[in-house]
């Protein structure tokens, strides 16, 4: 898998001594929710890539290439702690396993769509995951705690980049502002599935996985999107569904998806088929 330019190098060794407490952890959540990390970064990434040579222009196509290498090596930093977890190659985990084994919100498996879609979804998105790394940062598990420090600092920019560009399509009104709001529209849908994990939200919190719970963390996302919805002159009612449940919904989170997903797969893991044993 290709690796980011961020460099990860011992970060996701891990020592005796955490593989001791692990052991009185809840194992299958924390594996869980690994998984719905890794599975997030790699699934975005893959959609970003196909925006290579369609971007609106040069740099942008530069830009979103850019960004969509972050992800995909932000995916394999966390496919390598699930290999260290027993769970397999990096390679296999991210191509291998079947669709409903799949942990990722059902948000960033959807087509592309148009510009306005693509940058407001993953404005949405990289606002979550930073609140998502955010309360790793103090983890219990040290491999995703320096992870998550590391990675925030490149998820800051591509968060600048995408609250550039909604603020813009919003402000300049017409046909980009009528794109903006009906992506908006179609996106609030998978929101309760986005800000889940897949029922696991609470075991995370008490277990110090998660520094923080589920409710205080929607409550940061919601305050962190609020000023670039409202810059865009769009409507933040409308991402506000009922939120206030832990419960797991029929989403991504517990291997619910749509059928666009494994097409994405099959176009994503068509290269490593060719030679599953091969190091690319």
């Known amino acids: 898998m290709t690796k980011s330019s961020t460099t990860f190098a011992g970060v996701n060794r891990m020592s005796t001594t955490w593989k001791f407490e692990l052991a ?3 194992r299958a959540v924390l594996v869980d929710c690994i998984y719905q990390l890794a599975d997030d970064e790699l699934t975005l990434g893959h959609r970003d890539s196909e925006w290579l040579g369609l971007a609106p222009d040069v740099e942008e196509d530069v ?4 960004i969509a290498q972050d992800e995909v090596g932000h995916a394999a930093f966390y496919y390598e702690i699930l290999e260290g977890l027993g769970e397999g190659t990096p ?4 191509f291998d396993r ?3 084994q799949r942990r990722n919100a059902r948000l960033l498996e959807r087509p592309n769509g148009d510009w306005a879609f693509t940058v407001l979804r993953h404005m949405l998105y990289d606002a979550w995951d930073s609140v998502r790394l955010m309360a790793l940062v103090g983890s219990t598990v040290p491999a995703l705690s320096q992870g998550a420090a590391k990675m925030l600092r490149e998820e800051r920019y591509h968060r600048m980049h995408m609250e550039m560009w909604v603020a813009s399509l919003g402000q300049a009104g017409g046909e980009a502002k ?9 996106i609030a849908l998978d929101i309760p599935d986005l800000l889940s994990f897949g029922g696991c939200g609470q075991t995370l919190w008490s277990e110090g996985i998660l520094t923080e719970p589920l409710d205080a963390l929607r409550s940061h996302w919601l305050r962190e999107v609020q000023p670039v919805l409202t810059a865009a002159g769009l409507d933040l009612s409308i991402l506000t569904p009922e939120l206030d449940s832990d419960a ?8 619910h998806h749509t059928p666009e997903l494994k097409g994405l797969l099959q176009t994503m893991g068509s ?4 030679d599953p044993a091969a190091r690319w």
């Open 63 to 66: 830009a979103f290439s850019s």
């Open 91 to 94: 390679d296999a985990l991210a």
């Open 178 to 186: 009528e794109r903006l709001e009906a992506a908006l529209r179609a």
């Open 248 to 255: 797991p919904v029929a989403g991504g989170r517990t291997g």
């Open 271 to 274: 290269v490593h088929r060719l």
């Open 24 to 26: 009185r952890t809840v």
């Open 98 to 100: 079947p669709l409903e």
